[in-house]
């Protein structure tokens, strides 16, 4: 049983970075996988990243590999997107999401993977 708020969403230019941040409530949050996902208008949500419990895997969507990492700080339960070289395509409202508990390695692009999701932010990239 997990509780997810993101936040750090905003306006910013293509080529600049920001970074997203999902607050886990709970005294588990290292019992759970993490994911990002996105969703754009009229698009349905789409992976984005995972992270495994311990931080020590990682996965990626091909449209965000190398500008785009996803990190987490089990002492804070909290999970991170820092995400650079924004493009106009990487807007999209971002969901935290997290596991349904108990997998120790990282989840996969699936939404059924995951168990819990947050309420979302907005990132919107001008060009």
């Known amino acids: 049983q997990v509780h997810l708020v993101e936040s750090g969403g905003g306006l910013v230019q293509a080529g600049t970075s920001l970074r997203l941040s999902c607050a886990a409530s709970?005294?588990?949050?290292?019992?759970?996988?993490m994911g990002w996902f996105r969703q754009a208008p009229g698009k349905e949500r789409e992976f984005v990243a995972a992270i495994s419990r311990s931080g020590g895997s990682t996965r990626y969507a091909d449209s965000v590999k190398g500008r785009f990492t996803i990190s987490r700080d089990n002492a804070k339960n909290t999970v991170y997107l820092q995400m650079n070289s924004l493009k106009p395509e990487d807007t999209a409202v971002y969901y935290c999401a997290a596991g349904w508990g108990a997998y120790t390695g990282v989840l996969g692009p699936t939404e059924k993977e995951y168990g819990y999701w947050g309420q979302g932010t907005q990132v919107t990239v001008s060009s």
């Open positions: 709970g005294r588990d949050f290292s019992n759970y996988a």
